[in-house]
């Protein structure tokens, strides 16, 4: 469904501790993103990727971290430093960063214990 | 960099009638204006997007019309029904190509 997976659906972290999200997309897209949804509110850009080896910080990175070893994976990496993690985080993916249509993944939600 | 504000956040509207919903952007370098609708706990699905280059464009009972002048878009979504219940989100990309969204409008369609 949509060739853009995210895994775990479910994610509980402790204080302190690293935890990281999973993205992979089969669609052969060049650009990949990740966004965290609060609840009532919109989709705020942490990180994209346009080439392999290659990202950019969005609007709220700070306390996450990513890699692009490989184009069709996109991993998300929420550190001890980010205080407020509680969120629905969503990845995405487009042909190209300039203008393409997004396709999302269906999403991780992550808690604190 | 490239700000989207959204109108209205919750719209109530009677089975059959119409919605309407509005985005103004800032940059008016912005080209691409998509609409995404996500049911809760899913994921956003787009249901119709908009170049710069075209003033309205419709989708059966769903169209988007923009003013690039004005720099703003709308969804209109006529005939409403139950599983039009949703959150929209409108978006914008920036100069950098970067999407940045509205905060959302929660529709209810009530029978």
């Known amino acids: 469904d949509g060739g853009i997976t995210q895994s775990p659906k479910y994610l509980f972290r402790k204080e302190g501790q690293n935890v990281t999200l999973s993205c992979e997309q089969n669609?052969?897209?060049?650009?990949m993103y990740w966004y965290r949804q609060d609840p009532g509110q919109g989709l705020r850009l942490i990180y994209y990727?346009?080439?392999?080896?290659?990202?950019q910080k969005g609007d709220i990175a700070e306390g996450y971290s990513v890699s692009r070893e490989k184009k069709e994976s996109f991993p998300l990496t929420v550190t001890s430093a980010q205080k407020n993690p509680t969120a629905f985080y969503l990845c995405?993916?487009?042909?190209?960063?300039?203008?393409?249509?997004?396709?999302f993944g269906s999403g991780t939600q992550l808690s604190v214990l | 960099g490239e700000n989207v504000e959204q109108h209205p956040s919750t719209l109530s509207v009677q089975e059959g009638d119409s919605a309407v919903i509005k985005c103004t952007y800032s940059?008016?370098?912005?080209?691409?204006f998509p609409w995404y609708k996500q049911e809760l706990g899913k994921r956003p699905q787009l249901i119709i997007d908009?170049?710069?280059?075209?003033g309205e464009k419709k989708d059966q009972r769903i169209a988007v019309t923009l003013n690039k002048t004005a720099k703003h878009f709308s969804l209109h979504i006529t005939e409403t029904q139950p599983e039009d219940s949703a959150v929209y989100f409108c978006?914008?990309?920036?100069?950098?190509?970067?999407?940045?969204f509205g905060a959302g409008t929660q529709v209810v369609v009530t029978p």
């Open positions: 995405a993916s487009s042909i190209r960063d300039r203008g393409e249509k997004l396709f």
């Open positions: 669609l052969n897209h060049d650009a």
């Open positions: 990727s346009q080439i392999v080896n290659d990202f």
């Open positions: 940059d008016s370098a912005s080209n691409y």
């Open positions: 908009i170049r710069s280059n075209v």
């Open positions: 978006a914008a990309t920036d100069s950098w190509g970067k999407f940045q």
